[in-house]
C-alpha cells in the first residue's frame, strides 16, 4: 500500500508570493492532517480535515488554508508569504477509528526569500 | 506554558543501557498519548500509544502514563545506535477527532 505522497518535495518562493502544496493520503484514509515544523517550534498543528470538512484548527493566521477534495486528497495554502514561513511542512493522514494515529508523509520544505 | 514539554536533550546513552525519555502535559483532560520517533532528515513514524494510566510494551519499548501526574515516559531497553533520533512525546487533547499536539522532541544518542 503506497504511503503518503507529498509534493512538491522542495519549494523555494519570494516573500509576498502565494504557495500551494498538495497531499494524496493512504488509500482509504479520510483524515488529513497539517504541520508545520521549525527547528525553533517543533511541530505545530495547522489543520484536520475530514470528508472535505474541515474539523479542527490550529493558532495560525488566516493566510494559512486548506481543502480537502471528495478523493481525501488535500492541498494547503498559504498567501502573501513571510520569511517566517520557511519550513518544513508535513501532512498526515490517518483512518476512521484511529484518527489519531497518524502517518506522515517526507514533507514539503519550503524556504522563503 | 507549552502544551507538551520535553527536555530537548540531547540525552546520551550507552548500548545496551536503558534510555529514559520524559514528558509533561497541560491539558488535564487530554485522552490519549503518543510517541512517535523521527530519524534526522526523515518524517515522523509512530512507535507507542497509551490510554490509560500504567505501562503499555511492545518489544524493547515501554510507555508510561501517569494522568494524575501529567507525565508521559518512554522507556527503551537493550538501547541501539539504530534508536539514535528525536522522540516527540504527543497528546490529543480529545476524545475523538485528530488535533494531535507535539512536544518539541528530545534528541536521543546511543554511544557504542
Known amino acids: 500500500k503506497a504511503g503518503v505522497t507529498q509534493t512538491p518535495r522542495y519549494l523555494i518562493k519570494t516573500r509576498g508570493q502565494q504557495v500551494t502544496l498538495s497531499c494524496s493520503p493512504i488509500?482509504?484514509?479520510?483524515?488529513v492532517s497539517w504541520y508545520q515544523q521549525t527547528p525553533g517550534q517543533g511541530l505545530q498543528f495547522l489543520f484536520e480535515?475530514?470528508?472535505?470538512?474541515?474539523?479542527n484548527k490550529g493558532n495560525f493566521p488566516g493566510r494559512f488554508s486548506g481543502r480537502q477534495f471528495s478523493n481525501s486528497r488535500s492541498e494547503m495554502n498559504v498567501s502573501t508569504l513571510e520569511l517566517g514561513d520557511s519550513a518544513l511542512y508535513l501532512c498526515?493522514?490517518?483512518?476512521?477509528?484511529?484518527?489519531?494515529?497518524?502517518?506522515f508523509g517526507s514533507g514539503t520544505q519550503l524556504s522563503v526569500l | 506554558q507549552k502544551e507538551v514539554e520535553q527536555n530537548s536533550g540531547p540525552l546520551s546513552v550507552p548500548e545496551g543501557a536503558i534510555a529514559s525519555l520524559n514528558c509533561t502535559y497541560s491539558?488535564?483532560?487530554?485522552?490519549?498519548f503518543f510517541w512517535y520517533r523521527q530519524y534526522s532528515g526523515k518524517s515522523p513514524e509512530l512507535i507507542m500509544s497509551?490510554?490509560?494510566?500504567g505501562d503499555q510494551e511492545d518489544g524493547r519499548f515501554t510507555a508510561q502514563l501517569n494522568k494524575a501526574s501529567q507525565y508521559v515516559s518512554l522507556l527503551i531497553r537493550d538501547s541501539q545506535p539504530s534508536d539514535s533520533a528525536t522522540y516527540l512525546c504527543?497528546?490529543?487533547?480529545?476524545?475523538?477527532?485528530?488535533?494531535?499536539?507535539f512536544g518539541s522532541g528530545t534528541r536521543l544518542s546511543i554511544r557504542p
Open positions: 498526515a493522514s490517518s483512518k476512521q477509528g484511529s484518527p489519531e494515529k497518524l502517518f
Open positions: 488509500s482509504g484514509h479520510r483524515s
Open positions: 480535515y475530514f470528508s472535505e470538512t474541515q474539523r
Open positions: 491539558d488535564r483532560g487530554s485522552q490519549s
Open positions: 497509551i490510554y490509560s494510566n
Open positions: 504527543a497528546v490529543n487533547p480529545y476524545s475523538s477527532a485528530s488535533k494531535i499536539i
